[in-house]
């Protein structure tokens, strides 16, 4: 070992170029990640050490074996969902480059997070690779049912270097990390990659722009001029509803539109101690406002509880509603010619998310592929996600496919992407000013699910007028209080 | 091994044994299998007990036992009590309702005109749906935009009910949707024990000048009793540990305004991950069937026999 | 006008209003099937309006264009929901004949001290609600690898079947007056050749209400096929709920998908349902 210290220590002297080193490193036998590595650690300058890592990640040209997996079997845990309907054409391209047979279940939406649970709970051997939220990994990831991703990405071995993690947009894989510690905020202290990134959603505002022109109203940027815009709609036209969001009684309720908007009037769902903080002035009066456009200038008297997102995008689509602050997907779908009544005709449009005062970054869901803890074959396993989540993939599910809001960048600003989108009013601009702006502003901890969906019960209380703003939201923060006491993750 | 019977008893065909000290086996044989079937089901019965005594929960792997702590939890949270008026609730107007309705329809049925004969026949089609399915039909007629439902009631003027979405009229439509779906069930049921009264009965009382209420009251009710009972029977087993239709329908919404037991399991089991709790309430549902049950059953017993006198 | 005619005519008239009561939201349904998503969500609904097979051809699996979207043909197809609905309710159903029947004749026909509890203890399976016993099943199932397999769901259906099974079967027992069997142990008959030329055929109605009756629970269960279940058991009431979890919600879609779910279950009714009527009488009377 001792000509590789020499080697090393002349290497740091600047005595050997990178290029000598390289060379010599081969000749001694060190693989191609161990001598990156080494130029890494002993390199002299910043740029020649990122150069190192380039390399040892590439390694000499080509030198990633896609098919070091083949024929082991990996099964995935699916979501009905259009990301899923662009997958399921393309596992073929899949199962040719690396050998490795590709099997699925598909689950309706509404119950499929319920089943995964049960499965991911029991370290279930059944599937290796399911779709996860964000908010999901904050419960899954703490008790162990998902692989941190990180070393898998840093291994050149186990990631082919088509993957280029950078194309990825840094704020959606930032987010799609935490540390597993309740309080810290996603991405921060020792984050762990629970989920890779797969597609996701910015909340933004989705209107009828003929309707606006037609009696001269500016979009709204912010939650003042929507309470303003709304009640003239009201009476200029009283078949539609002005404005609508989600009102189930289930916990996405709370993130699109919302939970946006919370965050721009300075309000947060808990502080840094974990103390629960949706009674806070600002929330309260947000939330006052948020419902008061509701029921003024919302669905017909004491509709709005059965309004699920797919319920929400069909009204759209009808015909029957004129805005929504919500995710920028939802309306695509509708828009897509001959898929409503008021599909394909430019009648859409989309515009950045509306905040207090102007417009605001988003709160974002990520849809993402996880890891099962309990799976057997987790590196064939993980060569499907990153192709799953490759350029390559990515790029034919937005042109051909549903796959829109990619978290590629590559993906975004490719031209036929472009292209296909360009017929949406809107969407196009917003999604380039609100992807690098967006993140997720709830602050993680396991009884994500409880809170928010205790959450959305009280927001349908304030709306039935079973209690107050400032009750009710007293009522959860202390429930929300008692509850993480109780399950021992706060004192 | 002959049967033995004294002749001439047979009090709704039940048998009289042999001399009792003789242990008759060929039964157990005949059980045997069932019970094999069975044993395999009481498992998971007592595991779920055993969950409901301890912390159990999805995301922590140790098992803790904590003896009734769940219990004292559930009986001191109003939630408790809210859930238990759902439960309640639901299940008593269901049951109420279809045994009229359905006995209306079954009598309406009973009858020789040509709707009769055509409906006898067509009108189990709602129990063909699964409810869960059923109920998103339901939802789609009820739907402000669209719903057939709300056209057909304009005339009346009730265009804009608020069917699922609010929390006063939420139990009513899960209620009604109950209603649609089981009483073709009942009716069928009920009209098989009309078809088993002999008319000579009907005929005895005519003769003696009783008024077709009368003779409701005095002929039909006490035969059709032990039919009855086994129709609140089954539909009472069934609407207390009610599920499909109110998960379908609004998750359970609007806030906890559908929770009832199996609602709230749900949530506490699967959403909240609070396994233990979930099958507490779980437990304490099963116990209230099981003995609302015996006595219905005891009751029907007592009505068979009066039946056949 | 006699009085008998009027009131059959009365009665007619409140017999329509249930009737319509019952069945328009089926009919709603099958018009739903063949409509457009445009003409599902036209206020005033129509009842006039161009059919279009596309809903089915989706639901099939059969390909083609839907709203815009290329649908990507058979992966959407619900036919092989069908086809485990099918294996699971029927072998749910022989399962519980098989040990049901005999088990209904021992409860029937002998008395011993047990008798009543053993019976009610079957009738007790009935009352489980399906939460309480789905976490520890899940538990077991993947620890004895019954997860997602048909053996699995068949035997864990014999909480609904089973119950059904012998309660109605063995009232029908109880009915068959003991001279026919008396008379037919006299001709020589040993105890299995009455149970099978005289029992059987005389309580024939009852089995075959029972039957349905099983069989119509079977198929329509959801919760259980949802948690316990996995591809290779999907049913039918599942699949069609997929049909309305996508982003482009299309209702033509879910009501082709919920009426193609009915169709085995209907044709059973309709060939049925004399036997229904017929065999409902769950030994409460005797002739």
Not at chain 1, 124 to 129: G, H, Q
Not at chain 3, 102 to 117: D, G, I, Q, V
Request: hydrophobic share 45%.
């Amino acid at each position: 070992m001792d000509h590789i210290d020499e080697l090393c220590a002349s290497l740091a002297h600047g005595d050997t170029s990178r290029r000598e080193f390289i060379a010599k490193a081969s000749k001694a036998g060190l693989g191609a990640a161990l001598t990156g590595t080494l130029l890494a650690m002993y390199s002299p300058s910043a740029q020649a050490r990122e150069n190192a890592q380039q390399l040892a990640a590439n390694g000499p040209a080509g030198s990633f074996d896609h098919k070091k997996y083949a024929g082991r079997k990996v099964h995935l845990r699916l979501s009905k969902h259009p990301y899923v309907d662009a997958l399921t054409p393309d596992i073929a391209k899949f199962k040719e480059l690396t050998g490795i047979d590709v099997t699925y279940d598909i689950t309706p939406e509404e119950q499929y997070f319920d089943k995964l649970k049960l499965g991911l709970s029991q370290k279930s051997s059944d599937f290796d690779v399911c779709m996860v939220g964000a908010y999901m990994t904050w419960e899954y990831g703490p008790a162990g049912w998902l692989e941190d991703l990180k070393p898998f990405i840093a291994d050149a071995n186990k990631t082919a270097p088509e993957f280029d993690a950078a194309d990825i947009y840094p704020n959606v894989l930032k987010n799609d990390s935490w540390s597993g510690t309740p309080g810290d905020l996603p991405g921060t202290g020792d984050a762990k990659q629970w989920a890779l990134p797969w597609g996701w959603e910015i909340n933004v505002l989705t209107y009828r722009q003929d309707i606006l022109k037609k009696h001269n109203l500016a979009v709204p940027r912010s939650y003042d001029e929507i309470a303003t815009v709304a009640a003239k709609l009201k009476t200029l036209e009283p078949k539609l509803i002005p404005f609508l969001a989600r009102g189930k009684l289930s916990w996405d309720t709370i993130h699109p539109g919302y939970l946006s908007a919370f965050n721009a009037y300075g309000a947060k769902d808990f502080d840094k101690s974990l103390k629960p903080t949706m009674n806070s002035p600002e929330a309260v009066a947000f939330t006052e406002k948020f419902m008061s456009i509701l029921k003024d200038s919302g669905p017909p008297a004491g509709r709005w509880t059965g309004y699920g997102v797919f319920d929400m995008g069909a009204a759209m689509g009808a015909g029957d509603v004129v805005m929504y602050h919500d995710a920028t997907s939802l309306g695509f779908f509708q828009d897509l010619p001959g898929a409503s009544k008021v599909g394909g005709q430019g009648k859409m449009a989309w515009a950045p998310s509306p905040g207090k005062t102007g417009t605001t970054g988003s709160n974002i869901w990520v849809w993402s592929l996880g890891l099962n803890s309990g799976s057997a074959s987790k590196d064939a396993a993980w060569l499907f996600m990153q192709w799953a989540s490759g350029k390559e993939h990515l790029l034919y599910a937005a042109t051909q496919h549903g796959h829109v809001d990619t978290v590629r960048k590559s993906v975004f600003n490719n031209p036929k992407y472009q292209a296909r989108i360009a017929a949406h009013v809107g969407y196009s601009d917003t999604f380039r000013k609100q992807a690098p702006i967006s993140a997720i502003y709830f602050t993680p901890q396991p009884l994500f699910f409880t809170e928010t969906t205790n959450w959305a019960g009280t927001l349908q209380d304030i709306y039935s007028g079973k209690v107050t703003a400032k009750a009710g939201l007293d009522k959860l923060a202390s429930d929300v209080s008692n509850e993480l006491s109780q399950r021992g993750i706060t004192k | 091994m002959a049967l033995n019977a004294q002749r001439g008893e047979t009090v709704a065909g039940r048998p009289v044994t042999a001399s009792p000290r003789r242990v008759n086996l060929e039964p157990l044989f005949l059980i045997a299998p069932a019970l094999v079937v069975c044993i395999g089901i009481l498992y998971p019965f007592g595991l779920a007990v055993f969950y409901s005594i301890t912390n159990y929960s999805l995301t922590l792997p140790i098992i803790k036992v904590t003896g009734l702590r769940n219990y004292a939890y559930i009986f001191s949270n109003a939630d408790f009590w809210h859930s238990t008026a759902v439960t309640l609730g639901y299940a008593v107007s269901a049951v109420a309702i279809e045994l009229v309705l359905g006995m209306i329809v079954a009598l309406l049925l009973d009858r020789d005109t040509l709707l009769a004969k055509v409906m006898r026949g067509l009108i189990i089609l709602p129990l063909m749906i699964a409810p869960v399915l059923g109920t998103l039909m339901w939802k789609l007629m009820m739907d402000p935009s669209f719903g057939v439902a709300n056209f057909l009631l304009s005339p009346f003027g009730l265009r804009n009910l608020t069917w699922g979405d609010s929390p006063y009229t939420a139990l009513p439509t899960a209620v009604l949707i109950d209603v649609w779906i089981y009483t073709p069930f009942i009716a069928l049921l009920l009209l098989a024990g009309l078809r088993s009264i002999s008319p000579s009965l009907y005929e005895a009382a005519e003769v003696d000048g009783a008024t077709p209420w009368g003779m409701f009251r005095a002929v039909t009710l006490p035969a059709i009793a032990p039919y009855l009972i086994v129709c609140t029977l089954f539909r009472m087993v069934d609407s207390l540990r009610a599920f499909d239709i109110l998960f379908a329908l609004t998750k359970g919404g609007p806030g906890n305004t559908l929770w009832n037991y199996q609602v709230t399991a749900y949530y506490q089991t699967i959403t909240f991950s609070n396994v233990g709790l979930g099958s507490a309430y779980m437990v304490i549902n099963w116990a209230i069937i099981y003995i609302l049950s015996q006595a219905l059953v005891s009751w029907w017993n007592g009505a068979k026999d009066r039946a056949a006198a | 006008m006699k009085a008998k005619t009027r009131r059959n005519i009365l009665g007619d008239a409140l017999l329509a209003v249930l009737s319509f009561f019952f069945l328009f939201p089926i009919y709603w349904a099958v018009l739903m099937a063949f409509k457009t998503q445009a003409d599902t969500t036209a206020w005033p609904p129509k009842f006039f309006f161009t059919p279009t097979l596309d809903n089915f051809r989706v639901v099939l699996g059969l390909g083609g264009e839907s709203s815009g979207e290329v649908i990507a043909g058979a992966s959407t197809s619900i036919i092989p929901a069908l086809g485990h609905s099918l294996v699971i309710s029927l072998g749910a159903l022989l399962v519980s004949l098989v040990v049901g029947i005999p088990a209904a004749y021992a409860l029937a026909r002998y008395k011993f001290a047990s008798r009543e509890s053993i019976a009610f203890t079957f009738l007790s399976f009935r009352f489980a609600p399906e939460l309480l016993v789905i976490i520890p099943l899940f538990v077991i199932f993947r620890n004895i690898r019954l997860y997602d397999t048909y053996v699995g769901m068949i035997w864990i259906y014999q909480l609904i079947t089973l119950p059904l099974v012998v309660w109605i079967v063995r009232g029908y027992f109880e009915d068959i007056p003991l001279e026919i069997e008396e008379a037919a142990k006299v001709d020589g008959c040993n105890w299995w050749g009455t149970f099978r030329h005289v029992a059987l055929p005389l309580a024939a109605p009852g089995i075959a209400a029972a039957l349905l009756l099983a069989f119509i629970y079977a198929w329509n269960n959801f919760i259980f096929v949802l948690i316990l279940g996995g591809e290779h058991t999907q049913t039918v009431t599942l699949a069609a709920l997929n049909f309305l979890s996508s982003e482009q919600q299309v209702y033509g879609q879910m009501a082709a998908a919920v009426l193609i779910s009915i169709l085995p279950v209907l044709a059973l009714a309709l060939y049925g349902q004399r036997y229904l009527v017929r065999g409902l009488s769950l030994g409460a009377v005797k002739e």
